[in-house]
Every structure is written in C-alpha cells, then in structure tokens.
C-alpha cells in the first residue's frame, strides 16, 4: 500500500504525539525525530489540529500535543483525512463479458475491503502499546548474558 508523503507524516505526527500526551512538542522536534521537512510537517499539523486530533499553541514555550482519544482514533481514520479515492470502492464497471476482469475485480475489491477492516481494527493506542511491548522485551533481552 503506497501512502501520500502528508499521510505517512500525519501518522508519525499523532502517534509520537498520542505516546506523550502530557507534552507539548514543536513541529521542529517531530520533524527532527522523524528526519522529515519541518514546512510539510507543519501544514499536515495544520488539518490534524482542524480535525481536533491534535492542538496548538502559538509563540515561545507553544508545540502541538494529542487531544484525541487514542484508543477510538484508528489508522484508517487519519489516512481518510488525506487520501482522496481511497480504499478503493467496489467498482461497477467490471468489463462486459468479461470473466477474467470480473474475477480480478472481485479480487482486489475483497483486497481493499480486508486493509480497510485491518486499518479500522488498529488505534493509535494499540500502535503505542506495541511499541512499548517491543522495547520493553528489547531491554530484558539486552540483560541477559551473552554466550561465549
């Protein structure tokens, strides 16, 4: 699946965000962290804070931070924000009398129906928590004693 640039920086965004919901964050550090264009980062805040995913305050001391909930907030509800046209409807102009377009067809509309229940399925909470799980099990692997 081929995500816009804007959507891939909004997901970034709001998970690095929702994962330091006490914190407010500049544009400039998310766009460090992520080694990203602070200028794109900063319009994709711009529809995220328009969506009342994240806010922002302005001048010295002002960043963005989450004012989602992270646990209803899926991946399929931020990559709506950004992608036109997409998942793929079911299409009803299948080639005439054609079995073999009608197969394919049928085929990818069942492709793009199972990513759609997939990114509905994920939450921006789900995402944090497995990272933490991750790093979690990353530590306790790097305690334990090596093999000679």
């Not at 079995?99 to 909470?125: F, K, M, P, W, Y």
């Amino acid at each position: 699946m081929k995500l816009q640039q804007a959507t891939r920086y909004a997901i970034w965004a709001v998970i690095e965000l929702a994962s330091r919901p006490d914190e407010q964050i500049r544009a400039q550090e998310l766009a460090q962290t992520y080694r990203i264009s602070q200028n794109h980062l900063v319009r994709v805040l711009q529809v995220l804070t328009k969506a009342n995913i994240v806010s922002s305050v302005r001048g010295p001391g002002g960043g963005f931070t989450f004012c989602g909930n992270a646990k209803r907030l899926t991946l399929f509800d931020i990559i709506l924000l950004f992608e036109t046209g997409w998942p793929g409807e079911e299409s009803a102009n299948r080639p005439p009398g054609s079995a073999l377009g009608a197969e394919l067809s049928r085929v990818l509309n069942e492709v793009d129906r199972i990513t759609s229940a997939t990114l509905r399925s994920v939450t921006v909470q789900t995402i944090i928590n497995n990272a933490e799980r991750t790093s979690r099990s990353r530590a306790a692997a790097d305690r334990l004693p090596k093999a000679s």
